[in-house]
T-cell receptor
Framework: EAGVTQSPTHLIKTRGQQATLRCSPI?????VYWYQQALGLGLQFLLW???????NRGNFPPRFSGRQFPNYSSELNVNALELEDSALYLC?????????????FGDGTRLSIL | RKEVEQDPGPFNVPEGATVAFNCTYS??????FFWYRQDCRKEPKLLMS???SGNEDGRFTAQLNRASQYISLLIRDSKLSDSATYLC????????????FGAGTRLFVKA
């Protein structure tokens, strides 16, 4: 079974630009979660998508947005990039069948803002 | 009080040692519990689920104490490869979106 895949692996941008990160969940998983992890810090919850809808978002400004496609893959968009957006962005997926399933993570996208 | 609290460590132990981590949670409605392992600059990986009766996976033992609202992870016969950050994860019974990841406990195993 293929795991969660994220692309690109690395992304280098400058301040003010826009970044798009992509995630494909494990087959059969309908929920996709996005997290930000700055160097040396813990995971910060960004967004949760399920069945194509945004179900919840963390304490991040509106320039962080995303969507989930009919095939359950997802995009995270970050507009007007700032230096402090430099971090590892992790995508995770899980089943959403009413039971409590663990989240499985992709390798992440390392976003660097110059 | 944080929803999930862990001792950040670091724990420095010699190979072969037994080491234990605790994690406390504040939401008594929490239903599912997991331990993840995260290597430096890598993604978290599921280590094991934590069941009410306690469970073991090789050298790893996880326990849950609902009355005191804490979970624990015991690592026996530590290996150099066990060096990582261990994340405590708690989920309420309303689904995965409110999953809370602890900040992690750093473990260094030395030869």
């Amino acid at each position: 079974e293929a795991g969660v895949t994220q692309s690109p692996t690395h992304l280098i941008k400058t301040r003010g630009q826009q970044a798009t990160l992509r995630c494909s969940p494990i087959s059969g998983h309908t929920s996709v979660y996005w997290y930000q992890q700055a160097l040396g810090l813990g995971l910060q919850f960004l967004l949760w998508y399920d069945e194509g809808e945004e179900r919840n978002r963390g304490n991040f400004p509106p320039r962080f947005s995303g969507r989930q496609f009919p095939n359950y893959s997802s995009e995270l968009n970050v507009n007007a990039l700032e230096l402090e957006d430099s971090a590892l962005y992790l995508c995770a997926s899980s089943r959403r069948d009413g039971s409590n399933q663990p989240q499985h993570f992709g390798d992440g996208t390392r976003l660097s803002i110059l | 009080r944080k929803e999930v609290e862990q001792d950040p460590g670091p724990f420095n132990v010699p190979e072969g040692a037994t080491v234990a981590f605790n994690c406390t949670y504040s939401n008594s409605a929490s239903q599912s519990f997991f331990w993840y392992r995260q290597d430096c600059r890598k993604e978290p990986k599921l280590l094991m689920s934590v069941y009410s009766s306690g469970n073991e996976d090789g050298r790893f033992t996880a326990q849950l104490n609902r009355a005191s609202q804490y979970i624990s992870l015991l690592i026996r016969d530590s290996k150099l490869s066990d060096s990582a950050t261990y994340l405590c994860v708690v989920t309420p019974n309303t689904g995965g979106f409110k999953t809370i990841f602890g900040a992690g406990t750093r473990l260094f195993v030395k030869a």
